[in-house]
């Protein structure tokens, strides 16, 4: 299947600050890319759809300034989570299509102290 | 609302036994189907995608599908305790590219 890759795996930081996750297809074009978060034993959520060229689709209850994302190419998206605080911390995992097919990264846990 | 739906489990299978996992859907326009794997603290791995009638099979993982039942399984024969790990079920509502996700079944394989 397609590759798709992420950075960092793993974050601590203060909260507050700001952090930014790369989501990467290596070995394909990604018009459209999702990002999701998943809390322990919790199934997938998705947040928001990333679409090259455009502003992301967030889903219902998903605040836009908290989590920004930009799909400036065909092969990155990114993910910033401004302000993070404790509740924040989660495992974000983000996906690419292909045709008819998703692709998962390998996720990013983030830890807010 | 549009809802994929999943026995939580857990499921326990003894080793080289066959596992079914089961899972409906309530839209009738759904086309294609997706099973993932998905390890404890790892994100999820696509292992199946189906698109017709019938059965699908891909070394020792079977995908079956109803469309007139709403129903889509997958089989593992032969279970291996690497097969521990919850499965989802995951639909794109007709015409929607999002993924929509059963809740998950947690598998495990007793050796």
């Known amino acids: 299947g397609a590759v798709v890759s992420q950075h960092p795996s793993r974050v601590i930081c203060k909260s507050g600050t700001s952090v930014k996750i790369e989501c990467r297809s290596l070995?394909?074009?990604?018009?459209?890319m999702f990002w999701y978060r998943q809390f322990p034993k919790q199934s997938l959520m998705l947040m928001a759809t990333?679409?090259?060229?455009?502003?992301?689709?967030?889903e219902q209850g998903v605040e836009k300034d908290k989590f920004l994302i930009n799909h400036a190419s065909l092969t990155l998206s990114t993910l910033t989570v401004t302000s993070a605080h404790p509740e924040d911390s989660s495992f974000y995992i983000c996906?690419?299509?292909?045709?008819?097919?998703?692709?998962f990264g390998p996720g990013t846990r983030l830890t807010v102290l | 609302q549009k809802e994929v739906e999943q026995n939580s489990g857990p499921l326990s299978v003894p080793e080289g036994a066959i596992a079914s996992l089961n899972c409906t859907y309530s839209?009738?326009?759904?086309?294609?189907f997706f099973w993932y794997r998905q390890y404890s603290g790892k994100s999820p791995e696509l292992i199946m995608s189906?698109?017709?009638?019938g059965d699908k099979e891909d070394g020792r993982f079977t995908a079956q599908l109803n469309k007139a039942s709403q129903y889509v399984s997958l089989l593992i024969r032969d279970s291996q305790p690497s097969d521990s790990a919850t499965y989802l079920c995951?639909?794109?509502?007709?015409?929607?590219?999002?993924?929509?996700f059963g809740t998950g079944t947690r598998l495990t394989i007793i050796p």
């Open positions: 996906s690419a299509r292909v045709i008819n097919e998703q692709f």
């Open positions: 070995d394909f074009q990604a018009t459209t």
């Open positions: 990333s679409n090259e060229g455009s502003k992301a689709t967030y």
């Open positions: 839209d009738r326009g759904s086309q294609s």
């Open positions: 189906i698109y017709s009638n």
């Open positions: 995951a639909v794109p509502y007709f015409g929607n590219e999002k993924l929509t």
